[in-house]
Every structure is written in C-alpha cells, then in structure tokens.
C-alpha cells in the first residue's frame, strides 16, 4: 500500500454464502486501508456479523431492508467521503480479488481524467478465457464488482441511481462519466474471480451458446431499466444495445432455461413499467 493514498474497498451483501463472503473478505481485507460492508437487510445477518468479527480495519453497515444494489453502493460511497478515502473500490458479495490487484492499480492512479479504474476478470462459470492486451486500454462501459472510484468524483455528485434499484446501475453511472469527460480505463491484469449468473453453455445448430439464468425478477429490472436509460440518454448504439441484449438474452431462456413464461411476462412488463416511468432527463 501507498501509505499517502487511503483506499476503501466495499463489499454489498444480501443473503450472501458464508464461506464465500469470507473468501471474499480475505483476499481483499490485507490490500486495503479499510473494508466496510453494506448489507441489504440480509436473513443471515447475523451470520455475517459473525465472520466480521474474525477481521479488523472492517464495518458493518446493516440496511433494515433490500433497497437495492444503487442505494448500497451510495453508502459505500459516503462512507469514504465521511472517512476522507482517496478512492473506493465496490465489489460483489461472491467476487474474489486476487493477490496483487490494488498494487496494480496504484500504477495508474495518474491517468488523466479517470472516472473508474477496473481490472480483468475470470468467471468461474465461463470456460473460454478472454485475451489480455499489453496496454491499459479505455472502454465503453464497466461493471461495478472491482472497479475503483476516486472519492472525489462521488462527492461532486457521480452517485448511483437509486430508483434503478440494481440491473444497469453500473451503465447508467459510466455513461454520466463519459458524457463529462471521464475516462474508464481497464489494466492489463486479471484481478478478479467472478460469476455472471448461473451460467451454463448449450449446443444449437452447431454454435455454443452461453446462458445466464438469471431469475425473472432481474428480467423484470433489466429490461425496465434499459428503456429508462434510453429515456434518461436518448437513442444511441450504446443505450440500444442494453435493450437489444436484454432480448437476445429472452430469447436464449425461451429455448434453454427453466421457468421461461415467468421471464418473458417480467421481461414484458419491465418494458411496460419503463415506458411509463417517469424518468429525469439527463442534462450535462
């Protein structure tokens, strides 16, 4: 650790798997300067309680109920303004860092215009490994689990929508970076081990195809959130892919996955309830 740059890493948790929230917390606990957990009205609260009290340097903040990935990761990033951290990385629940990861990223703490720092990944579930250039490179959009935030940013206002509740939380947060002249830039280096769903791989006609299984209730969001961001943004290629995936990714559940009636009805009615929602337009 640099000792003249404090770093905050936050974990948000609801009904989390013990054994891996204490993976989780021990490999980043001893990279950083604190930890603190935002726990979203878990049953198993107390359960977590338990482990944290086999660590130091970590908080537990306890939500009476679930309001949603958005509001979790706002109190995360209070909680650095609050306790003056330079940077705040956010992370899943299931997310493991590996060793080395904000050592890596304290070599770019310079780059001009950061909005957010994040890191390559291996998904647990996902067989095909994807291929890591040599150079940090600049992206489009990038999820929350593992990227680092400079405080000073959440506190000019780059918060998280709360009324997104959590599907495209992360988009909807990039796209304002982007738009006010922020970089995303991702390092060369795989820090993460991650999940993407329950995924699994089907064979049609010859190709492989990779689903997600994700319940309805996140159709429900995904879908709803991706007309609010086309509301929010306008019509552009980026806000119509998140629509335009969200149906190729219907469409694969319709063929390969369980409970397919439920997520076409959530699906649908996400579209409907995100047309009718009444969402602010963006203003630079």
Same mark, same amino acid.
């Given at each position: ?92 629940? $299931? ?5 080395? +990861? ?7 703490? #310079?780059? /001009?215009?950061? *909005? @957010? %720092? ?51 939380? $992360? ?5 304002? +970076? ?7 830039? #991702?390092? /060369?280096?795989? *820090? @993460? %081990? ?91």
């Amino acid at each position: 650790m640099n000792d003249s740059t404090k770093i905050l890493a936050g974990i948000v948790t609801f009904n989390p798997d013990t054994e891996r929230l204490i993976e989780n917390i021990s490999s980043i606990i001893n990279q950083v300067d604190e930890v603190v957990i935002i726990d979203n009205g878990s049953d198993n609260v107390d359960a977590i309680k338990n482990i944290i009290r086999e660590f130091e340097k970590i908080s537990l903040i306890e939500l009476e109920e679930n309001k949603g990935i958005a509001f979790a990761l706002n109190k995360i990033g209070e909680f650095a303004v609050e306790n003056k951290f330079d940077w705040f990385l956010t992370l899943d629940q $299931d997310s493991v860092v590996l060793d080395g +990861l904000i050592n890596e990223y304290q070599k770019y703490l #310079q780059l /001009p215009d950061i *909005g @957010l %720092l994040n890191c390559y990944r291996e998904d647990r579930n996902i067989k095909d490994s994807e291929e890591i250039p040599e150079k940090v490179e600049k992206k489009n959009n990038m999820i929350t689990s593992g990227s680092l935030m400079p405080t000073y940013l959440f506190k000019d206002g780059f918060t998280y929508d709360n009324s997104l509740f959590i599907d495209l939380v $992360d988009f909807d947060l990039t796209i304002r +970076l982007k738009k006010n002249g922020y970089y995303l830039y #991702q390092i /060369p280096f795989v *820090g @993460l %081990l991650h999940e993407l769903g329950d995924a699994d791989y089907h064979n049609f006609l010859g190709l492989k195809l990779l689903t997600f299984n994700y319940s309805p209730f996140r159709r429900y969001y995904f879908s709803r959130n991706a007309v609010i961001l086309i509301k929010k943004y306008g019509l552009s290629k980026e806000t119509w892919s998140y629509l335009y995936v969200g149906f190729i990714v219907l469409m694969k559940s319709v063929f390969f996955e369980k409970n397919k009636f439920k997520k076409i009805k959530a699906y649908f009615r996400g579209t409907y309830d995100g047309i009718r929602f009444k969402a602010q337009r963006y203003e630079k």
